[in-house]
């Protein structure tokens, strides 16, 4: 069975958490990776949707008792129902985001956010390089430099391949699941297929620049190899 805990999650900068109030309910999902995703109950998501878009409708009542974060008292049947539709599969994960930067495509080193994640991450017509970071992490610092170098020297021999990076730490996606920093991971044009930079080897240019040539040229083998079969008479119809 998964492990799914109850936690009473502490205020947060809005650009974080969608709460503003003490205490409130999330659900916290540790999956077989370490990977951790939080679940929220469905009126704290419909008072955020209101409060952008200036509707107060959603917003917390004035009536007594701790709220959930929306406006509904934390008892035992609030907390029955939160459970219930955790379990149900009704309710979505709580993920983190931030605003797509006017400048995120003009360096060579694609800036993700949750926004526009997938629609670069998971692009059919090419692949995609990523470094999932945290801004606290030295590693990190220190692979930043490298990503530029990569992106500079790789575009041309892999004209197909965005490298790009995400402060995972900010922004979460249900698609990529980061559990470690940094997460270095390379997502297959067409299949989507990931495959993880290997958390135990160097992580120089040299070392990053051979790893990713190889695993893109496998890539690209493996999906000509679907497309021919794909493409292939069927000789019994």
Known sequence: ???????????????????SKAP????????ADDEVTKFEP????AAAA????GDGSGSSGSSGGSSGGGGS?????YMTMFADSYLSGSIKP?????????????GLVKVLVAPNH?????????????LYYAPWCAHCKRLGPVMDELAETVRLKLPSVVVAKMDATQNEVESIKVANFPALKLVGEGSNEVIDYPSHAER???????????????????QKGAQAVIAEPNDEL
Do not use: C, M, Y
């Open 50 to 53: 209101a409060a952008e878009s």
């Open 94 to 106: 709580l993920l983190l985001s931030q605003e797509v930067p006017s400048d995120w495509d003009a």
């Open 1 to 19: 069975a998964p492990a799914a805990a109850a936690a009473a999650a502490p205020a947060a900068p809005a650009q974080t958490q969608s709460f």
């Open 42 to 45: 469905a009126d704290v998501t």
């Open 73 to 77: 008292k934390v008892d035992v049947s």
């Open 24 to 31: 409130a309910v999330r659900i916290l999902h540790v999956g």
């Open 118 to 130: 997938d629609e670069v991450v998971l692009d059919p017509a090419r692949s995609a390089f990523v």
């Open 204 to 222: 120089g240019l040299l070392d990053l620049r051979q790893w990713l040539i190889t695993n893109v040229e496998e890539l690209q083998k493996k």
